[in-house]
Each structure stands twice: as structure tokens, then as C-alpha cells.
């Protein structure tokens, strides 16, 4: 069926070096979601992204929608220790009303 | 900023109890849903509603699982006989449209413990 794939599945970067890590899948999708989720906490929703190609930043966040459909990346500048949790991709699958996660990237910033 | 809130946001039951989770998904939204994580693992989906129905639910929506909206405000899920591999996060999540294309927005969690 469908599933994403992300990498790394750990990182361990000092405060202050950018981050990056990709989702990928053997399918197509339209549309791709970036989560961040703290320690006993929901996932939060970082940045959605719609169009083959896009680029899209939320402050020191930036993801690009791979032109394939089957990959996205999200990129951190210059990282923070608050920037320590798991970051998960998403994308509904084409048959209507379910989103699939990837497994996750686990980001630790040291000070 | 409106969000999805859940309550309990935790539980410790018995195997083989009935558990009901409750959710107040964002009040313009249409589209409810329940997700589950698993210590350590992935988000999982369980079952999307609509309408006052199940639009789709997953494999591991089996029939110890069901969905309600009681009223106008409220979205259920109920575990009618827990077992231990029942422990993990629930999420509840909301949308203002169906998917694909419009993002879900999740709740903080109800972490069930089940011994």
C-alpha cells in the first residue's frame, strides 16, 4: 500500500547548524504536510504544501514539494534548542479522508 | 487560535474495560478523526467521520472500536473491551474539508494506559 519514508530517522546537530530531511514514497501525492511533535504532545501542523515544485518557508522552516509527487524536504536554519522533537511528513492518500504519516525524524539539538 | 481539545488527557484502565475518549474538534470543521500512536512509533489512522457517519476507518478499526458525535460539539471514541495492545496516544484531529489538499489540525492527546 501506500508509505513514506523519511531520513534520516535520528539527528543530533549542535544549536545553531541547519537541518535537513527528505520524505519519500513510491507513490504520487498532491499534497504534502510537515508535523513537529514534542514529547507527549500532539503533532502540530509546521507547513502544507499543495503544487508540484512549490517552496514555502515559516520562519527559519522551509519545504519544497518534490517535482516527482514523490518526495518533499524540510530544511531548518540555524537551529534552536526548542527545535528538539520528532518531525513527521504526510500526505492524504488519494482515496479520500485518511492521511498516512511517515515514521518519523528525531531532531536533538545540543546546546 | 482555535484548537482541538481532548479529554482525558490521561487514563489508566483495566483489561477489558469500556473506555470513551472525548474530543471538541474546532467548531467550523467538518470532517473528525481519530488517530493513535504507539509508544515510540508512528501516527496512525483509525477512522475519519462525516456527516454523522464513517467515511473510512483503518484495519485496526476493528469492531471493539466505535465513533459517535453525541451533539453538536462533541466526537467520541469508544473501546468497548480494552486490551493491552490498546495502550498508546489517541489523537483526535479535525478539518474544515475533506481531503486531499486540506490540512488536519490534532488535538494534545488522550495517552490510554491499559493493564
Known amino acids: 500500500g501506500q508509505q513514506l519514508n523519511q531520513s534520516p530517522q535520528s539527528m543530533f546537530i549542535q544549536e545553531g547548524e541547519d537541518v535537513s530531511m527528505n520524505c519519500t514514497s513510491s507513490?504520487?501525492?498532491?499534497?504534502w504536510l510537515w508535523y513537529k511533535q514534542d514529547p507527549g504532545e500532539g503533532p502540530v501542523l509546521l507547513i502544507a504544501?499543495?503544487?508540484?515544485?512549490e517552496l514555502t518557508s515559516n520562519g527559519r522552516l522551509t519545504a519544497q514539494f518534490g517535482i516527482t509527487r514523490k518526495d518533499s524536504f524540510l530544511n531548518i536554519s540555524a537551529s534552536i534548542p526548542s527545535d528538539v522533537g520528532i518531525y513527521f511528513c504526510?500526505?492524504?492518500?488519494?482515496?479520500?479522508?485518511?492521511?498516512?504519516f511517515g515514521p518519523g525524524t528525531s531532531l536533538s539539538v545540543i546546546p | 487560535e482555535p484548537e482541538v481539545t481532548q479529554t482525558p488527557s490521561h487514563q489508566v484502565t483495566q483489561m477489558g474495560q469500556e473506555v470513551i475518549l472525548r474530543c471538541v474538534p474546532i467548531s467550523n470543521h467538518l470532517y473528525f478523526y481519530w488517530y493513535r500512536q504507539i509508544l515510540g512509533q508512528k501516527v496512525e489512522f483509525l477512522v475519519s467521520f462525516y456527516n454523522n457517519e464513517i467515511s473510512e476507518k483503518s484495519e485496526i478499526f476493528d469492531d471493539q472500536f466505535s465513533v459517535e458525535r453525541p451533539d453538536g460539539s462533541n466526537f467520541t471514541l469508544k473501546i468497548r473491551s480494552t486490551k493491552l495492545e490498546d495502550s498508546a496516544m489517541y489523537f483526535c484531529a479535525s478539518s474544515e474539508q475533506g481531503q486531499p489538499g486540506n490540512t488536519i489540525y490534532f488535538g494534545e492527546g488522550s495517552w490510554l494506559t491499559v493493564v
Open positions: 504544501l499543495y503544487k508540484a515544485g
Open positions: 504526510a500526505a492524504p492518500k488519494t482515496s479520500y479522508d485518511k492521511v498516512i
Open positions: 507513490s504520487i501525492f498532491n499534497t
